[in-house]
């Protein structure tokens, strides 16, 4: 029998949850500081489903340095475009992770960065366009300890 | 802690109008300011807070940072080239620095 | 199904599920091409060999950690080797000489060099490795100092010359001088259990290789990355660091760096992965 990783990780499952902080414990941001971040991104305005594509792991294999990307579906003309993308995280100690801000120039409306997250946590991406319109799109990450190597 | 010097990777020269991909990578340690240091005081927040890309003095891409971004900051964006010209990066630190670096692409 | 359980006796009973209910699973498919040059990371073990076919730690880890080993612009680990390269030119010491006052280009001169390495020196009478070679050259060419053990410069000048050999099948030459017997003595302590965990290089290196600890996929503890850039600590780690963290795991007093015991390891080690290419820096977990 082969055990796939999440097999492992469900099997383990006492041993998986962890912060990848070395020192202390700081107090963690939570889904309700999140929302705030949204809302003051947005100017109030609950983003819609769609356009945005955010690309993680499902498992990260360590903490401090996870692959991140997002995507939005825009033309990137002068007429339409995509403003800027925020990333957040819930369990973070503060939410904000990197804000992408885009042009006409840009071509694409989409980047690639690396990001610490401190435990398993959703991350969000949203995106305003040019007319003030607002798309979401959210992953949970599990990040895990390892053995020694962890 | 010497400047860091940033690696920057783009094509040497393109099509009109062509979207091309940036990469670039920097050294920084991005400290967090959530660490302690071994005698238990926080070590306080110093990061590189901002990151931008323009192509001949127009707003190609930035990116805001929180402490949430990784050491050795790394980026991969697109650029749509209209014409021959000059890339400028740069990144600001928290302590004001502020480090730069131009490439050239041709538009053939 | 190879799950194990493997009961650890605790000195002081302190209760650590550590090894209990291990998982499975096989290193990933994949092949390695850094910047389109082919890595060997599957190769016919040496003789007298435990295993049949020695397997790279790249083929261990996600593949989200193999794309960045993959692309050496993404590495950050080629930070520090591109910063080293200014340090190879930059005079130091008190006959005023930089490495290339002696060694030229470092492309050159070094290609090749750090696959084959822990070597016989004969004038210490005893193996030495990349990082003693340096300060070899630091204290006898150039009147420098030598580096103090895991210096940032130390690290990077290491990985500077171990990138040249990128590709090269590791080897070591157990015929020169008394090679051999520290081969023996490195072989001794990769199985010698130790600490209040009582556990060898072995137990996981080797009787455990696949199996996931916690959330780790153990690998043959090969050394063909090293200096590996970690995620974990975001900078580059050097092999002897990595050999006193193993150490210090099982809870033991650990070796000072490139004591005998830990210089036999490496040659016993570096032996362990012959034919498998230099990846430095490689990047791990």
Not at chain 3, 66 to 82: K, T, W, Y
Request: proline share 6%; glycine share 8%.
């Amino acid at each position: 029998m082969t055990l796939t990783r999440r097999q492992a990780l469900v099997a383990g499952a006492g041993a998986v949850v962890a912060t990848a902080l070395p020192f202390g414990m700081p107090a963690f941001a939570s889904e309700e500081d999140t929302q705030k971040h949204i809302m003051e991104f947005t100017g109030g305005k609950t983003p819609e489903a769609g356009k945005i594509t955010l690309d993680a792991p499902e498992i990260a294999e360590n903490g401090n340095t996870v692959p991140i990307g997002v995507t939005v579906d825009s033309p990137m003309t002068a007429d339409s475009y995509v403003e800027s993308v925020i990333l957040l995280a819930d369990g973070n100690p503060s939410p904000g992770v990197a804000t992408f801000n885009f042009t006409p120039m840009s071509g694409t409306a989409a980047a690639t960065t690396r990001m610490r997250l401190a435990k398993t946590q959703n991350v969000v991406a949203v995106a305003k366009m040019n007319d003030g319109s607002v798309f979401m799109d959210q992953k949970q990450i599990k990040v895990t300890i390892g053995g020694c190597g962890g | 802690m010497s400047t860091p010097k940033p690696r920057v990777k783009l094509p040497k020269s393109a099509a009109k109008d062509e979207i091309i991909t940036i990469k670039t990578l920097i050294s920084h340690d991005m400290e967090s300011g959530q660490r302690k240091d071994k005698d238990g005081n926080a070590i306080p927040r110093k990061i590189l807070n901002t990151f931008t890309c323009e192509f001949n003095g127009q707003a190609v891409f930035s990116c805001n940072m929180e402490p949430a971004i990784s050491a050795n900051p790394y980026f991969e964006f697109n650029a749509r080239v209209p014409e021959s010209g000059t890339f400028k990066f740069s990144w600001v630190d928290d302590d004001g620095t502020v480090i730069t670096h131009e490439q050239d692409i041709e538009v053939k | 199904m190879k799950t194990r359980l493997t009961i650890i006796s605790l000195a002081g009973g302190i209760a650590l599920g550590c090894f209990a209910g291990l998982a499975h699973a096989d290193p990933v498919d994949d092949t390695l091409e850094i910047d389109g040059q082919p890595m060997i990371t599957r190769a016919p073990a040496p003789e007298g060999h435990p295993f049949d076919e020695v397997l790279s730690g790249w083929l261990f880890r996600e593949a989200e950690t193999r794309a960045v080993e993959a692309d050496s612009f993404q590495n950050p680990g080629m930070l520090e080797v591109e910063r080293a390269a200014e340090i190879w030119s930059t005079p130091e010491g008190t006959a005023g000489k930089s490495c290339e006052t002696c060694h030229g280009d470092v492309s050159e001169s070094m290609k090749g060099v750090g696959a084959h390495y822990p070597k016989w020196d004969k004038d210490a009478n005893r193996p030495i490795n990349i990082e003693l070679q340096i300060d070899k050259c630091r204290t006898e060419q150039m009147g420098a100092e030598p580096y103090k053990f895991d210096a940032k410069d130390q690290k990077a000048m290491t990985a500077l010359i171990k990138n040249q050999s990128l590709g090269e099948p590791m080897s070591v030459d157990l015929s020169q001088g008394d090679m051999q017997s520290w081969w023996d003595r490195g072989k001794d302590t990769y199985y010698t259990r130790t600490g209040q965990l009582n556990l060898s290089c072995s137990n996981c290196h080797e009787d455990s290789m696949g199996n996931m600890i916690r959330a780790d996929h153990l690998s043959q503890g090969q050394v063909n990355g090293f200096p590996t850039y970690r995620l974990k600590q975001s900078a580059l780690v050097s092999l002897h660091n990595r050999f006193r963290g193993c150490i210090r795991d099982t809870r033991a007093e650990f070796p000072k760096a490139f004591s005998d015991e830990l210089m036999a390891l490496e040659v016993y080690v570096t032996w362990r992965g012959t034919g498998l290419s230099v990846e430095t820096p490689a990047v791990r977990q």
